[in-house]
Each structure stands twice: as C-alpha cells, then as structure tokens.
C-alpha cells in the first residue's frame, strides 16, 4: 500500500517568512494529492490540492508543486501569518485508498 | 460548518465495552470515510464505504467494523474497547468514490477508562 511521509514534523517561522512542507509517496499509481490544515482541536479542512497531470497549483498565498517522477509534493506558504499556525497534512490517494503524512506542525511567531 | 455531522461528540466509556458511532455525510455525496486520530498523531484511514458497498479498507482493527445504510449515513462499531482506543474519530464525505474532495465531520473523541 502507499506509504507517505512527511518532513519536518515541526517548523517555526517568523511572521512574513515563508514556510516549506515536504512529502513523499511510495505509489507511483497515486494521482491525487490534497493537504489538509488542521487547528487545535478542530477537523481537518482541505486548503489546496493537485492531480497528478498538474506539476504546480497556486491559490494566493499556498502553492503546491508535484514531481511526479521523483514521487515528492511541497505546500509553500508565503507571507505567513499568525493565524496559519496548525498542523498541515499531505496526503496520496490511490484509487479509494488516501494515506496521510504525519502531520507537521507550523508555528509562526510575530 | 462542512455539512458532515458526526454524533455523539465525545463518548466516555470502559474497557471491553461496545460503542458505535454515526456520520452523517453530506447532502448529496455518496462516499463516507473512517479515520482514526490517537492524541497529537496522524489520521489514520479505516474504511470507506460508496453507496451502500465496502470500496477500500485501511488500518481497521478486527474489532471494528462499519457499514453504510440506504440513506448514505454511516456508522462505525468499535467493540472489546482497549485503553489504546481512546482517539478522535473523524469522518468524512465526498462526491464520489474516486479521488475527490474529503470533507471531515467534528469528529467524536472517544475516551476509554
């Protein structure tokens, strides 16, 4: 089955830095990869996805890059601010199947 | 709000118990998923369900099982309840049954003494 890990498991940033999520997946059939912020005792809720046919995906300031061949997906978060503090988490689906990373929890200080 | 409703939000309950736990997806999807959160881990996928039938299974315990009803809600059976059971349980609805867009429910934390 797929196998996703995730890095760092944690990361600080100051305000206005940018922040740099890193995933990778074992299963080359995965063609769907959304990531998911989840804060302090609340659901995960979906902030950006791509498929696989797309290698970058942008929606102000969270980007995602896809590199299909070498089987790895980035979240890119510019001008972070306070209120993006939480736990971000990639995931890989393969067909039905969708497998989490670990989680990584974002700090951005002020 | 994401239109998923879980109940109940929190169960407390002893070891060797049974519980079961419902979702509610929303309107008009036909996928309901199962995952698991134990304190400050990962999401752990159990199960999916698509329109009434099993379509993918993941890390789900012997002890667990679910099912999807008629009407698209779902619940979730935990049975012969350990101490390692205490998590968070979210589900989540999507569309289709294919890769789409997962919206998550509140979740029900599950804590067992």
């Known amino acids: 089955g797929e196998n996703v890990e995730q890095h760092p498991s944690t990361l600080s940033v100051q305000e206005g830095d940018s922040a740099v999520i890193k995933c990778t997946y074992s299963?080359?059939?995965?063609?769907?990869f959304p990531w998911y912020k989840q804060e302090l005792g609340k659901r995960p809720q979906l902030i950006i996805d791509?498929?696989?046919?797309?290698g970058e995906k942008k929606d102000q300031r969270i980007a995602v890059t896809l590199n299909k061949t070498a089987k790895h997906f980035s979240l890119h978060i510019t001008e972070t601010q306070p209120e993006d503090s939480a736990v971000y988490f990639c995931?890989?689906?393969?067909?039905?199947?969708?497998?989490f990373g670990a989680g990584t929890r974002l700090t951005v200080k002020p | 709000d994401s239109g998923v409703t879980q109940t109940p939000k929190h169960l407390i309950t002893a070891t060797g118990q049974r519980v079961t736990l419902r979702c509610s997806p929303r309107?008009?999807?036909?996928?309901v998923y199962w995952y698991q959160q134990s304190l400050d881990q990962g999401l752990q996928f159990l199960i999916q369900?698509?329109?009434?039938?099993?379509?993918a299974k993941g890390n789900i315990l012997e002890r667990f099982s679910a099912q999807q009803f008629p009407d698209l809600h779902s619940e979730l059976n935990l049975s012969s309840l350990e101490l390692g059971d205490s998590a968070l349980y979210f589900c989540?609805?999507?569309?289709?049954?294919?890769?789409?867009?997962?919206?998550f429910g509140a979740g029900t934390r599950l804590s067992v003494l």
């Open positions: 995931a890989a689906v393969e067909n039905n199947d969708m497998r």
């Open positions: 791509i498929r696989s046919n797309v």
């Open positions: 299963d080359s059939a995965s063609n769907y």
């Open positions: 369900y698509y329109n009434g039938e099993e379509r």
């Open positions: 309107s008009g999807d036909l996928s």
């Open positions: 989540a609805s999507s569309a289709r049954g294919g890769p789409n867009i997962q919206y």
